[in-house]
């Protein structure tokens, strides 16, 4: 059964730092996805990734994936209050099939 | 391009009655997902369709939920006899596999079982 770990769970951080989430997951496969959630709102898709060592960059944020690891990370970088979200990754095991979520990592950004 | 739409909103429910909720997907996208979402979680699968097929059902799905797309576009979740526990924010996504099962989510279905 495919799992799929975030950490950290719950991040503080400054306005103007930097940080980075973390994402395993212990099947092999190609495809992750970011999602961003706002309180009480539904998923915004951020990210795809499909291959090993794909990286992509939005704004503030960059994400990558190692397939060989089973890790992606997103890099923030000097945070701003907006990027405060629940930011989730999911894996996609079987193309084109479900997604397997992680808990998601709660970002509050103080200013 | 309009999105994913759910209806309704949110919905109240005494525990015993049956609810219905409906999702509209992308008009060009063939796969339509349900995922269900509970407080501090991420959204945990339960069905999904390509066109009207109903191609797989999570172990989470009691007999007690029903979930059809009847055309192969808008899709129906059904809840028999709701309990406490089916108090959820339910999600419906979309999909085509030319974007790389990039899904696409609507704004959800907020379930309260009295």
């Known amino acids: 059964e495919l799992k799929v770990e975030q950490n950290p769970l719950f991040l503080s951080m400054q306005e103007g730092k930097n940080y980075t989430i973390y994402c395993n997951y212990s099947t092999t496969s190609d495809r992750l996805y970011w999602y961003r959630q706002d309180p009480g709102k539904s998923l915004e898709s951020l990210f795809v990734?499909?291959?090993?060592?794909a990286v992509k960059q939005e704004g503030r944020l960059m994400a990558s994936l190692d397939t060989k690891a089973r890790l992606s990370t997103l890099h923030i970088t000097a945070a701003v209050h907006d990027l405060s979200a629940t930011y989730f990754c999911a894996v996609d095991m079987v193309y084109g099939n479900k997604l397997v979520f992680g808990a998601g990592t709660i970002l509050r950004v103080k200013s | 391009d309009t999105g994913v739409s759910q209806d309704p909103r949110h919905k109240i429910t005494k525990r015993g009655q049956n609810v219905t909720f409906r999702c509209d997907p992308i008009?060009?996208?063939?796969?339509l997902y349900w995922y269900r979402q509970t407080l501090g979680q991420g959204p945990e699968f339960l069905t999904y369709f390509q066109n009207e097929a109903q191609l797989e059902k999570s172990r989470l799905l009691s007999d007690r939920f029903s979930a059809e797309r009847p055309k192969g576009s808008f899709s129906t979740l059904e809840i028999q006899r709701t309990e406490q526990g089916d108090s959820a924010m339910y999600l419906c996504a979309s999909s085509r596999l030319a974007d790389y099962n990039e899904q696409f989510f609507g704004p959800g279905t907020r379930l309260t079982v009295l």
């Open positions: 990734l499909l291959s090993n060592g």
């Open positions: 008009s060009e996208h063939n796969r």
